[in-house]
């Protein structure tokens, strides 16, 4: 017999014996009672529970270990404080790798931005592009550090904004921040940023 014609022969033999034991598999499975469904038919017919038996309710406890939000003038800002000094410690640590041993040689994002008093900044450093200083707990407190985020205490939180303000020429080397005195920070870009009210044109923004 010619090798093709052979080829042939033995792949519709291996068809003809796969369908005979899907069948066969189909066959038995009748017999166990079991109901076959065909995939486009088991969305349909299957009864949902009323319950899937994981997950737990959503108490107040638990919504507040996620409501950790901070606005604009402070509010949701938590109990706490540090002081420059101890947010060097804390850089040193858990950013300097990311944004080099002044806050300005990366790899990433720069934290410290051009002196005070520069018309058009350069970059979008915190300290001299934020508008408000309290922005940076919100973000900190949820994004960084980047590998473990939402680890570092209130405290470690404010030291480390106080030395990245520090580094930026808007805080004395003495400084210590709680959330009175970080929201009482005139940030040097505060006045560039107006309020985005826009209700379909750019005619109708402030």
Same mark, same amino acid.
């Given at each position: 017999?010619?090798?093709?014609?052979?080829?042939?022969?033995?792949?519709?033999?291996?068809?003809?014996?796969?369908?005979?034991?899907?069948?066969?598999?189909?066959?038995?499975?009748?017999?166990?009672?079991?109901?076959?469904?065909?995939?486009?038919?088991?969305?349909?017919?299957?009864?949902?529970?009323?319950?899937?038996?994981?997950?737990?309710?959503?108490?107040?406890?638990?919504?507040?270990?996620?409501?950790?939000?901070? %606005?604009?003038?402070?509010?949701? $800002?938590? /109990? *706490?404080?540090? #002081?420059?000094? @101890?947010?060097?410690? =804390?850089?040193?640590?858990?950013?300097?790798?990311?944004?080099?041993?002044?806050?300005?040689?990366?790899?990433?994002?720069?934290?410290?931005?051009?002196?005070?008093?520069?018309?058009?900044?350069?970059?979008?450093?915190?300290?001299?592009?934020?508008?408000?200083?309290?922005?940076?707990?919100?973000?900190? %407190?949820?994004?960084?550090?980047? $590998?473990? /985020? *939402?680890?570092? #205490?209130?405290? @470690?939180?404010?030291? =480390?904004?106080?030395?990245?303000?520090?580094?930026?020429?808007?805080?004395?080397?003495?400084?210590?921040?709680?959330?009175?005195?970080?929201?009482?920070?005139?940030?040097?870009?505060?006045?560039?940023?107006?309020?985005?009210?826009?209700?379909?044109?750019?005619?109708?923004?402030?």
């Amino acid at each position: 017999m010619p090798k093709g014609v052979a080829a042939a022969a033995t792949f519709a033999t291996a068809l003809a014996l796969a369908t005979a034991l899907g069948v066969a598999a189909c066959a038995e499975a009748d017999r166990s009672g079991e109901t076959l469904l065909t995939a486009r038919e088991l969305p349909e017919r299957r009864e949902l529970p009323e319950r899937f038996g994981f997950g737990s309710e959503a108490s107040a406890d638990r919504i507040a270990m996620w409501d950790i939000d901070v %606005g604009p003038e402070g509010v949701g $800002l938590p /109990p *706490g404080s540090g #002081s420059v000094a @101890e947010g060097r410690t =804390v850089y040193d640590l858990q950013c300097l790798a990311c944004h080099g041993p002044t806050g300005t040689e990366g790899p990433n994002d720069p934290l410290v931005g051009p002196p005070p008093g520069d018309d058009w900044p350069q970059s979008r450093a915190a300290g001299h592009y934020w508008p408000y200083a309290t922005t940076l707990f919100d973000y900190i %407190g949820r994004a960084m550090p980047q $590998l473990t /985020p *939402g680890t570092l #205490s209130s405290d @470690e939180t404010y030291a =480390v904004i106080a030395y990245i303000l520090h580094l930026n020429g808007l805080l004395e080397e003495d400084a210590v921040l709680d959330a009175e005195a970080l929201a009482a920070i005139e940030m040097p870009a505060r006045d560039r940023f107006v309020p985005d009210d826009r209700r379909g044109g750019p005619e109708i923004r402030q």
